[in-house]
């Protein structure tokens, strides 16, 4: 039986290919909400992944429940996170809310993933957060064992 590891190291580096990449990884979702907390646009990640969820919901009331939340959290005028998005993107989305699908939001999701792409993530791996985790020494607690036969 012999075993291998792969670092934090190593998989930080990888966040760089791109930002699917990053936000695939819990590890890295939670570095880059990190880095955005600190430039204050934490909004977009945690709207991008509301929408994630938002679009596996099956039942019925809870997507109407679940869009209501989300345009009262990130879209409306003056939402306690509201994103940056076009007026008529908002617009929009205030016409079919009261009778969301499972797609309303994706038009802003796209627009907030295309910022987060071009502006937010090439900052990220300019960033001290990332560059700490792609310089952290490899020591025993930043390692996972992957046992294989």
Not at 9 to 23: G, P, V
Not at 60 to 88: C, G, H, L, Q, V
Not at 126 to 135: A, M, R
Request: hydrophobic residues 40%.
């Amino acid at each position: 039986r012999c075993c291998f590891y792969r670092s934090q190291t190593t998989e930080a580096m990888t966040w760089s290919e791109n930002m699917d990449t990053l936000l695939a990884n819990q590890a890295g979702l939670d570095a880059f909400r990190t880095f955005l907390k600190s430039e204050f646009s934490e909004e977009n990640v945690e709207f991008w992944l509301a929408c994630e969820d938002f679009k596996k919901t099956k039942n019925a009331e809870k997507i109407a429940s679940k869009a209501r939340m989300i345009y009262s959290e990130f879209i409306e005028a003056d939402a306690p996170k509201e994103i940056n998005i076009d007026f008529s993107t908002r617009d929009l989305i205030s016409k079919n809310i009261a009778e969301p699908t499972l797609k309303c939001f994706d038009e802003a999701q796209k627009l907030i993933y295309s910022l987060m792409a071009k502006d937010s993530f090439p900052r990220f791996l300019k960033s001290e957060v990332y560059k700490k985790l792609v310089n952290s020494q490899q020591v025993p607690n930043h390692k996972k064992w992957l046992p294989f036969l």
